[in-house]
């Protein structure tokens, strides 16, 4: 299988992690089984039930990783004053995030339905709205409330659709992170 990703780390679990991942991105979530898992892994399947269960455990390990760096975020960015250079560094820092994650946010992209009826579909949604209020003015308009959203999903959908166009990845990202501060700038009523 030419597109397994590579191990980010020696362990076990972030193999299975990986390959479970690249299978995932490349067959889909439900036509993936453990035993290809456990086949593309050259381990036995009791060797893979013992870090996982299910498809499902190995998806949500995923997430909790993902969602340890955007966790620390958000509450960093809650314990610092609300001010226009605090938001641009919770912007900036979340793109760093996603540039980190984005194999797994190509597998939400290519998997929503699955994505619904995982359970941490509804944890990842909690978890933007939490970003979200970090970035708003209390008093903004609905417009202003739009453009927000509008920051935090121009850097997921960016990402996606900018991963065939041809660039380099960091150029890539910085023009991302600089279209979703100018709409979150824009939303604080201040023209810098």
């Not at 955007?70 to 540039?99: F, H, N």
Request: hydrophobic share 40%; charged share 30%; with cysteine.
């Amino acid at each position: 299988m030419g597109s397994t990703a590579q191990p980010r780390r020696g362990d076990t679990r972030q193999r299975i992690q990986d390959v479970a991942l690249a299978l995932f991105a490349e067959q889909g979530y439900e036509k993936t089984s453990l035993r290809e898992i456990a086949e593309h892994l050259d381990v036995t399947k009791a060797a893979l039930y013992y870090h996982f269960k299910t498809k499902e455990d190995i998806v949500v390990s995923l997430f909790q990783d993902l969602a340890r760096p955007i966790d620390e975020l958000m509450a960093w960015g809650a314990a610092q004053p609300p001010t226009l250079e605090v938001k641009k560094e919770i912007l900036r820092r979340y793109s760093d995030s996603l540039a980190a994650a984005a194999p797994l946010f190509r597998f939400m992209q290519e998997n929503q339905a699955t994505m619904r009826d995982l359970s941490v579909g509804e944890t990842f949604k909690s978890r933007m709205h939490g970003l979200l209020e970090l970035l708003q003015q209390p008093d903004g308009t609905m417009a202003d409330r739009v453009r927000c959203f509008s920051a935090i999903f121009t850097m997921h959908a960016g990402m996606l659709a900018l991963k065939d166009v041809e660039g380099d990845p960091e150029e890539k990202q910085e023009a991302i992170l600089e279209v979703a501060t100018d709409l979150m700038v824009r939303s604080q009523g201040v023209t810098e």
